[in-house]
């Protein structure tokens, strides 16, 4: 049975007080009654109860990650970088999913209803507003990682989206295509990064002094490999298919491998393909796919500690911090080494 308070206290000749205070850390303990305790301490094999302890400090320990879904790779990989990141400052993860509905994201990020132990909340969402954020009733820090809600208040992680898209469509420009498709602009989701990644895209066919064809931007539903193969055969109905395609996300782009095989099509020789998010299963495709790899890590650093920052007082104004990137060039787009990583600065508004 492990010990208590009391059994240190009659070891040690003192109060139950005066145990919690050297327990706690607390500076006015005499340094020769300290470690009188602390070896009582340690003879007994005291272990402090963490939940107790945050509990009388008014925290519960306890992070709440809200994504939209569990089995996409590639959240299923930031939830391993945070829960990584949270437990090297003591903190417990609790996963919740959203399913990118916005009835359960106003339920658990806006409401915070089933989250009121949770000192702060990290979340992905998809379908919030700015006005659903401002309508929130926890007080709890929020850090919000992905999309981008203009006007929320709150403080966020993300890539560049903008950069990045146009870095993957210039990649494409560069081995010589021309007819270059986007698939994965929203269709009935108001989040911003398919926007972002559309304009990044723009962009890039703009400065090459290409045309930007409205037949070539397919909007999905999900951003899923089932989608990727509805896109590719809309694309490949057109009196002139593309020679290229950027995908926002490498679920999209796996599903586009795969209807491209079906239908015959070479990927790369007739067909360049680049994904977006750098997901294992891309790396054992078939051709390997180029993608766009943000740094999961950096992104779960940076919002964990501005979360620990938050819980710790600080009042500044919302800030926007930027993540890194990288451009890795893989078989699906005629190559196989790796561009340089792209650096981005962190930093507030």
Same mark, same amino acid.
């Given at each position: 049975?492990?010990?208590?308070?009391?059994e240190?206290?009659?070891? /040690?000749?003192?109060?139950? #007080?005066?145990? &919690?205070?050297?327990?706690?850390?607390?500076?006015?303990?005499a340094?020769?009654?300290?470690?009188?305790?602390?070896?009582? $301490?340690?003879?007994?094999?005291y272990?402090?109860?963490?939940?107790?302890? &945050?509990?009388?400090?008014?925290?519960?320990?306890?992070? =709440?990650?809200?994504?939209?879904?569990?089995?996409?790779?590639?959240?299923?990989?930031?939830?391993?970088?945070?829960? !990584?990141? @949270?437990?090297?400052?003591?903190?417990t *993860?609790? *996963?919740?999913?959203?399913?990118?509905?916005?009835?359960?994201? #106003?339920?658990?990020?806006? #409401?915070?209803? =089933?989250?009121?132990?949770?000192?702060?909340?990290?979340?992905?969402?998809v379908?919030?507003?700015?006005?659903?954020?401002k309508?929130?009733?926890?007080? /709890?820090?929020?850090?919000l990682?992905?999309?981008?809600i %203009?006007?929320?208040?709150?403080?966020?992680?993300?890539?560049?989206?903008? @950069?990045?898209?146009?870095?993957a469509?210039?990649?494409?420009?560069?081995?010589?295509?021309?007819?270059?498709?986007?698939?994965g602009?929203?269709?009935?989701?108001?989040?911003?990064?398919? !926007?972002?990644?559309?304009? =990044?895209?723009?962009?890039?066919?703009? %400065? @090459?002094?290409?045309?930007?064809?409205?037949?070539?931007?397919?909007?999905?539903?999900?951003?899923?490999?089932?989608?990727?193969?509805?896109?590719?055969?809309?694309?490949?109905?057109?009196?002139?298919?593309?020679?290229?395609?950027f995908?926002?996300?490498?679920?999209?782009?796996?599903?586009?491998? !795969?209807?491209?095989? !079906?239908?015959?099509?070479?990927?790369?020789?007739?067909? %360049?393909?680049?994904?977006?998010?750098?997901?294992?299963?891309?790396?054992?495709s078939?051709?390997? $796919?180029?993608?766009?790899?943000?740094?999961?890590?950096?992104?779960?650093?940076?919002?964990?500690?501005?979360?620990?920052?938050?819980?710790?007082g600080?009042?500044?104004?919302?800030?926007?911090?930027? /993540?890194?990137?990288?451009?890795?060039?893989?078989?699906?787009?005629? @190559? %196989?080494?790796?561009?340089?990583?792209?650096?981005?600065?962190?930093?507030?508004?």
């Amino acid at each position: 049975m492990a010990a208590t308070l009391r059994e240190v206290a009659e070891r /040690a000749g003192v109060s139950v #007080r005066t145990v &919690s205070n050297v327990v706690n850390d607390y500076p006015h303990v005499a340094p020769k009654t300290r470690a009188i305790v602390q070896r009582a $301490l340690d003879e007994l094999g005291y272990q402090p109860n963490p939940l107790a302890r &945050s509990l009388r400090q008014g925290r519960s320990g306890l992070v =709440g990650l809200v994504i939209p879904e569990l089995d996409v790779p590639y959240f299923a990989e930031l939830s391993r970088a945070v829960l !990584h990141e @949270a437990r090297a400052l003591g903190l417990t *993860v609790v *996963v919740d999913q959203t399913d990118g509905e916005l009835a359960r994201e #106003r339920e658990v990020i806006v #409401r915070g209803q =089933g989250s009121a132990m949770y000192d702060a909340v990290i979340a992905s969402p998809v379908s919030l507003t700015s006005t659903d954020l401002k309508a929130r009733r926890s007080t /709890a820090p929020l850090i919000l990682i992905g999309e981008r809600i %203009a006007g929320g208040g709150v403080d966020h992680v993300m890539v560049d989206n903008v @950069a990045a898209a146009h870095d993957a469509t210039a990649h494409l420009i560069s081995s010589g295509r021309r007819r270059i498709a986007a698939i994965g602009e929203s269709w009935n989701r108001p989040a911003t990064t398919a !926007h972002l990644r559309t304009e =990044g895209y723009r962009a890039a066919l703009t %400065a @090459a002094g290409l045309p930007v064809d409205p037949e070539l931007i397919v909007a999905t539903r999900y951003l899923h490999r089932a989608d990727g193969v509805q896109a590719l055969d809309r694309l490949m109905s057109l009196a002139q298919p593309p020679d290229a395609i950027f995908c926002y996300n490498d679920l999209l782009a796996l599903g586009v491998l !795969h209807a491209a095989a !079906h239908r015959g099509v070479r990927v790369p020789d007739d067909l %360049a393909v680049v994904g977006f998010d750098d997901i294992e299963d891309g790396r054992y495709s078939r051709p390997t $796919l180029t993608t766009i790899s943000p740094d999961r890590r950096q992104i779960a650093r940076l919002a964990v500690e501005m979360l620990q920052r938050r819980l710790d007082g600080d009042t500044a104004p919302a800030a926007e911090l930027r /993540a890194n990137y990288q451009l890795i060039v893989r078989e699906s787009s005629g @190559a %196989a080494q790796s561009a340089a990583p792209r650096q981005r600065p962190t930093g507030g508004r």
